[in-house]
């Protein structure tokens, strides 16, 4: 985090706008551990990826929360991004002589690499250092924008908590925070605490009333997906696996963790 908070400090300066990506269905959870740091030498606008797999109302009201505090923000669905109203956006903070120069910034896996690519075209490759402006990283320029990619930054001091939220949503590795089996448990809490949980009984016919006892929610999620090991039994890791990277990619239904003005995750 350091050596990445270090490399952008000094390009922040250099640079017209910083390109904040994050998860739609999360907006706060996913935010940049380094962004408010970094705001104050270069301007931030953010991007909502993955607004297919949130809940419309949710991602609105996010939308103009990031728009009443001063902040740009665009929602975009990337796997058909449409992307004219965002260049011309961004345009504005440029001059006018030269490409608007930015920088996407972001956790693992919300979609940087997916935005670079709308916005300067699939096809476009790396033009190499800038004259005037840091070396060694990897300047993209297409569509009357100049780009730097940024590697997925994560907050080392973040809770237990917030690591497994991550997990979730595929921004955090399950298996070296407590495996499949332990992120799963809390993903069935935390969609009955929301009362989220319609959602995977209309998708697989399992019910999790409250008074049920997580593991033996998991177990039949199991047993419905057919994560059986000889003799009957469930294999838990399995099963959460399948829960988890199921809820991850949207195949559960689109929803939204976090609305404007809930408590922070812990």
Not at 77 to 83: A, G, Q
Not at 137 to 166: F, T
Not at 231 to 260: I, K, N, Y
């Amino acid at each position: 985090m350091a050596k990445g908070k270090r490399a952008l400090s000094d390009l922040a300066g250099k640079l017209d706008v910083l390109l904040e990506v994050r998860d739609a269905r999360a907006p706060l959870l996913t935010s940049s551990p380094i962004i408010n740091d970094l705001s104050f030498s270069c301007p931030v606008a953010v991007v909502l990826a993955k607004r297919d797999l949130a809940d419309e109302e949710g991602t609105a009201r996010w939308v103009s929360w990031f728009a009443s505090s001063g902040t740009k923000c665009w929602a975009l669905n990337l796997l058909k991004p449409r992307m004219d109203a965002v260049r011309k956006d961004l345009a504005s903070f440029g001059p006018a002589h030269r490409e608007v120069r930015l920088a996407v910034v972001g956790i693992p896996n919300v979609g940087k690499s997916m935005v670079l690519n709308a916005l300067v075209g699939k096809s476009s490759a790396p033009v190499g250092g800038i004259p005037g402006i840091t070396r060694g990283v990897s300047w993209y320029r297409g569509k009357n924008i100049l780009a730097v990619d940024s590697p997925g930054i994560l907050d080392p001091r973040a809770g237990d908590g917030v690591q497994r939220a991550l997990a979730w949503l595929g921004s955090s590795k399950a298996d070296v925070i407590g495996g499949y089996d332990v992120i799963a448990l809390d993903l069935v809490e935390a969609l009955r605490r929301r009362d989220l949980w319609p959602m995977v009984e209309k998708k697989w016919g399992v019910p999790a009333p409250l008074d049920q006892p997580a593991e033996t929610v998991l177990e039949a999620l199991g047993r419905r997906l057919g994560c059986l090991v000889p003799g009957g039994g469930v294999d838990l890791s399995a099963a959460g696996r399948r829960f988890v990277e199921a809820f991850s990619t949207g195949r559960l239904g689109a929803v939204t963790l976090e609305l404007p003005g809930d408590p922070p995750w812990s």
